[in-house]
């Protein structure tokens, strides 16, 4: 599938351009086009490049804002997570969670029960039930056996995120919505009659400037840059280790605070691989760099894994990759702490007109998209209304089957052609890292990046994009250059070496 081209772009007078092609944006799309509104998407990276590809992949109501008292974004998220169950139970698939209760450390079980009450009172089912220490420990020998008294399961989700961004934008597609990455906006001029959005092209260097009626700024933690308001995003940095399967067998995603904070850590089955996060921290100034897990950020992570599992001695070199993401937090100016932000979103008009929307979860990217539809009025609140009960997925979509599913480990072979064959014709790979990172996500779950798979992908993708030698080699070292130098373990040989050669 090709990138449209800029001239053809600037042809057409937009009903609405959304930017960022993140879960919002792509959210966004879906919903304006399904009203038959010209709609266009704008990206300036790859699609999911931002938060959308590097969250902790739970479809959750979060428990924690239970806790926090924020009992309607715990209740709108629960339903979204059983609407997401059902319509897509290929790529949002239900996972236990395992919570341990240790004598003498918060939450005890009694207040941990009440609180999974009112999780499942919300959800409209029941999924707790308690785990005496001796099943505990049938299931998992290698656990701490200090002060546990059992544990806690209870139901909850889990997804692959950036396909979910590319599922979201293919059902956008088959009802005429348009998308283009790596088109970064560069300006918005608000007009009497409309917009002027002026984008680059970062592949060929060219330039237009596009017309539209209404622009949604949906840039996540990049949304004061454009926005053209008071600046409202703290930029928060969460990060997550990837692990080897073989060194920490889990069928649950276990759960429990942090020994040195409090903070909840989650350890969990992922694409063939256990993913251990996350960190919250203020990330700084956004510059144009993607952001990495630091070595403190490794060693914070590693602290609670080997609490957990004490014999296990888990190292940075056992580990396969790290990841960070920045969440958009809408900022209370309050100075909480990061963890003590609220994670709604909001949407806000600037001066100029332009509509902006930062903040939410993945798992409500849906009501997000409703929201902003009605603040720009493409919704009437009666419609609004109607809309929130209405299905969000209604084309059957032939993806491979276990391309999207959370739990399916990186393909090889026949199915491995079949799902890059697929990629390839619908999902508008431009680079090596789209493909690699967040279309297959074997980038994460692989040894430096998956690099045993290069050579069929290589030739894979010299049949089917038409890449040269030249292109391809171009393309492996800028890919290898990208893991090293923002996935790799800081510390490790490949990112030092990525380091010093940054000049
Ligand atoms: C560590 C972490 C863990 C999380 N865990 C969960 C979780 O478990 N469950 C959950 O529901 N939510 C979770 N979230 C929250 C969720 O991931 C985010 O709320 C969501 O992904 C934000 O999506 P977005 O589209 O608003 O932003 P992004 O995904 O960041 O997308 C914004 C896009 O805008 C693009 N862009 C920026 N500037 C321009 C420009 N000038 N022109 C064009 N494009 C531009 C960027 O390249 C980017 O792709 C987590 C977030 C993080 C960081």
Sequence with gaps: MQRPDLMHLSSTRWDLVVIG??????????????????????????????????????????????????????????????????????????????????????????????LLFIYDFLAGRRTQRWLPRKQVLQDYPALSQQGLRGALRYGDALTDDARLVQRVLHEARLEGGVTGNYLPVTRIEAHASGFAVHVSDALHGSGACLQADQVVNATGAWADRLSGSQ????????????????????????????????????????????????????????????ACCSAAEVDYLLTAINQQWPNLALRAEDLLSSMAGVRPIIASGKGRHPAQERRDH???????????????????????????LRTIGFLDSRDHRRAVQQACFRHAVADPHRLSHPLAAPAVGAELREQIGWILQH?????????????????????????????????????????????????KTRYQAIIAEHYAIAGSPARTAAREETP
């Design 231 to 290: 600046a409202k995003i703290r930029a928060q940095r969460g990060s997550h280790l990837f692990v080897p399967a073989d060194k920490i067998a889990l069928h649950d995603c276990l759960t429990f605070m942090h020994p040195e904070d409090g903070r909840p850590v989650f350890a969990f089955p992922w694409k063939g691989a256990v993913c251990i996060g996350t960190t919250d921290l203020d990330h700084g100034p956004l510059d144009e760099q993607e």
């Design 346 to 372: 909001a949407v806000w008009r600037s001066a100029d007109g332009v509509v902006s929307v930062a903040g939410g979860k993945l798992t409500t990217f849906r009501l997000i998209a409703l929201d902003v």
């Design 21 to 114: 092609g993140g879960i919002t944006g792509a959210g966004i799309l879906l919903e304006a086009a399904r009203r038959g509104k010209k709609t266009l998407l704008l990206e300036r990276a790859d699609y999911a490049a931002g938060a959308s590809s590097r969250s902790s992949k739970m479809v959750h109501g979060g428990l924690r804002y239970i806790a926090q008292g924020d009992i309607a974004l715990t209740r709108q998220s629960l339903r979204e997570r059983e609407r997401l169950l059902r319509e897509l139970p290929h790529m949002v698939v239900e996972l236990p969670y395992l919570f341990p209760i240790r004598r003498g450390r918060f939450p005890g079980r009694l207040p941990m029960q009440a």
């Design 427 to 475: 999902e508008q790979v431009v680079h090596l890292d789209d493909l690699m990172l967040r279309r297959l996500r074997a980038g994460h779950v692989m040894a430096s990046g998956g690099e045993e798979l290069l050579t069929e992908v290589g030739a894979l993708c010299r049949a089917q994009l038409g890449w040269d030698e030249a292109r391809w080699q171009q393309e």
